[in-house]
């Protein structure tokens, strides 16, 4: 049973470029999560989809836009990247049932580097 | 809005010993879970332990386990016989769940070192 997987693993890009990062969820989950992590932070909730569409957002600018595909995997896209926005992103995935099921299992992240 | 606070930014125990990680919330709902994740170096956030709002029973898992004490609001991580494995960053986390969402909200973390 493949847990969630993430990629790339690494990542290095300019100021004002755009990024691309996807998530694959755990077999048999419907829901995904994005987050980041700077470093030395807990991670910060950025929004979440279920059925194609986001569900709740956190406090993140418009830059930061999501999609999720049939399949329940998903994509982070960042438009215009700050230095700010160097840190570790972390998917999650659960089943949007309730309770016990909605545990949220992680990714190994990925690491994006603004320069 | 949900804060978690985690006043321990590191703690360290000796093998085999117990060690207790504090963490505190703030939140005006009555239903709602808790975690702990662990995160070692290799980054990936790990469930630990879940607690749910409405169980007064105190959750446990092997070695580990958690005091909750929902009037304080205050949920503490108790690891018994440490292993050098559980080196790590621990983070408490919040989720509180509206209509089809849900989020997780997270404290800083505490590092823990475990020492021989």
Redesign the interface.
């Given at each position: 049973d493949a847990g969630v997987t993430q990629s790339p693993t690494h990542l290095i890009k300019t100021r004002g470029q755009q990024v691309t990062l996807r998530c694959s969820p755990k077999s048999g989950h419907d829901t995904v999560s994005w987050y980041q992590q700077a470093l030395g932070q807990g991670p910060q909730f950025i929004f979440q989809y279920y059925e194609e569409e986001e569900r709740q957002r956190g406090n993140f600018p418009d830059r930061f836009s999501g999609h999720q595909f049939p399949n329940y995997s998903s994509e982070l896209n960042v438009n215009a990247l700050l230095l700010g926005d160097s840190a570790l992103y972390l998917c999650a995935s659960s089943i949007l049932a309730g309770g016990d099921q909605e545990t949220q299992y992680f990714g190994p992240g990925t690491r994006l580097l603004v320069l | 809005a949900q804060t978690?606070t985690q006043s321990q930014p590191e703690m360290s125990v000796q093998e085999a010993e117990t060690v207790t990680l504090s963490c505190t919330y703030d939140t005006s709902e009555s239903d709602y879970?808790l975690?702990w994740?662990k995160q070692p170096p290799?980054?990936?956030?790990?469930?630990v332990i879940?607690q749910?709002a409405y169980k007064q029973q105190n959750a446990t898992e092997n070695r580990f386990s958690v005091n909750f004490q929902k009037a304080a609001k205050s949920f503490s991580l108790k690891i018994s016989d440490s292993q050098l494995g559980d080196a790590a960053m621990y983070?408490c986390?919040y989720?509180i769940?509206?209509?089809?969402?849900?989020?997780?909200?997270?404290?800083?973390?505490t590092r823990l070192q475990v020492t021989l």
């Open positions: - | 978690v879970y975690f994740y290799s980054r990936q956030m790990i469930l879940r749910e983070f986390a989720r769940q509206t209509g089809t969402a849900s989020k997780l909200t997270f404290g800083t973390g």
